[in-house]
């Protein structure tokens, strides 16, 4: 089973950013119109209430989404510099393929396709879109041991991890596995050239991150930032600027024994499906929607 469902990302321009996701990612609208208010209330957002909003899925077709909000822009955000989620994963058929593909669009490329001693099985690249969300392109050429990872079925085709900046990884990874039960995978420690980039700090320094899995599943990687890193700022009422909320699909939706923003609800369309949601807040106020199987 796959674990991972949706990613929400708040922009500022739905318009430009819409065009953006489909003329260069290949991502197509399933949906759009105004943001439920009892949606927006259980992200502890009720300003987005009406928000317009998009739905968009892979040119593949997997049932994996990107959800892009509008709301305004806060001037003191600052991509890769602040606690919560950090980046989404997109995996791609040919990396370098995607790298030509991003030149001359509003998609900055902050980290060049590189490999990645001692993880041979990704080739990863990144950039950051013009709302300052960061988003990884990775080339699966194998499995890891341990896990599962996807293979693209079309040039660009769909999320699989989300990335999480944290202020104490152990303490992220203990709530994880306390209140979701999502056990944590693997912990490395890695050059992280984007994070040595972005903190100004010497590209060859060690970084630790790690993983959260389910059985043969990764999806989620939590990066322990450095000490100077800040909470994200954020306009009150609205969502978190940069990648706002990620969605997961849970096997045993009544073992989450985490505190819900607000009670869980069925809800309707994708990425939910007629089932169960609700939204956990955890450490540095990130929000992780749980969905029902």
Known sequence: M?????????????????ALYRDVLDYKTIHSGPL??????????????GARHVIMQPSSGA???LRLVEQPPHPDFVPLRSYGWAAIEICVQDVLAAHERVQGTPFEVIGPPREIEGLPAIYPMQVKGPDGEIVYLTQIRDNLPA??????ASPIDKLFILVIACSDMHVSLQWFAKHVGFPTGR????????LANAFGTPTNELHTISTAIHERDVFLELDQYPANATKRPQHPGWL???????????????????EWVSEPVVRSGAP?????????????GT?????EL
């Open 240 to 258: 978190a600027p940069g990648c706002a909320v990620g969605s997961f699909i849970h096997p045993d939706f009544d073992s989450v024994n985490g």
């Open 63 to 65: 049932e994996v989404y």
């Open 36 to 49: 439920p208010a009892d949606l927006a209330a259980s992200w502890n957002a009720t300003q987005a209430a």
């Open 272 to 284: 939910y499906t007629g089932k169960r949601a609700g939204t956990l807040k955890a450490p540095d």
């Open 2 to 18: 796959k674990c991972l469902r949706s990613a929400t990302l708040t922009v500022a321009n739905l318009d430009a950013s819409e």
């Open 147 to 152: 896990y599962d990872l996807p293979r693209a």
């Open 287 to 291: 929000l992780v929607e749980i969905i």
């Open 187 to 194: 912990v490395m420690d890695i050059e992280y050239h984007m």
